[in-house]
């Protein structure tokens, strides 16, 4: 079983940046995509950024290009979402995730991936 886990989550105020971490137990480098989400409270749970460890692509949502970006450090199997500029609207609870095996499917969309993460919580004032 692969666990997932987030950290650097908080509060913050608009303009303000975070970084977020996502520690996983397996080798990300042997994944297709590795992805952050979020799901604020009732919506339904969106793709922020996604990146292929293997190749180094990475794909963004509208909302956060130009203002996040995701990387990853194979060597401690570790991914990264720094989020600069933020905004009130990217309060939500972030969740990484990863996909191992799953060929079918794209990157900023639920059910690519088959782990997940526990959340994070991001809160960004005005």
């Known amino acids: 079983q692969v666990q997932l886990v987030e950290s650097g989550g908080g509060s913050v105020q608009a303009g303000g940046s975070l970084r977020l971490s996502c520690a996983a137990s397996?080798?990300?480098?042997?994944?297709?995509?590795m992805g952050w989400f979020r799901q604020a409270p009732g919506k339904e749970r969106e793709g922020v950024a996604a990146i292929a460890p293997a190749s180094g692509r990475t794909v963004y949502a509208d909302a956060v290009k130009g203002r996040f970006t995701i990387s990853h450090d194979n060597a401690k199997n570790t991914v990264y979402l720094q989020m600069n500029s933020l905004k009130p609207e990217d309060t939500a609870m972030y969740y990484c995730?990863?996909?191992?095996?799953?060929?079918?499917?794209?990157?900023?969309?639920?059910?690519?991936?088959?782990?997940w993460g526990q959340g994070t919580q991001v809160t960004v004032s005005s």
């Open positions: 995730a990863g996909s191992w095996g799953v060929v079918a499917g794209t990157p900023l969309f639920p059910p690519k991936y088959n782990y």
């Open positions: 397996l080798y990300t480098y042997s994944s297709n995509y």
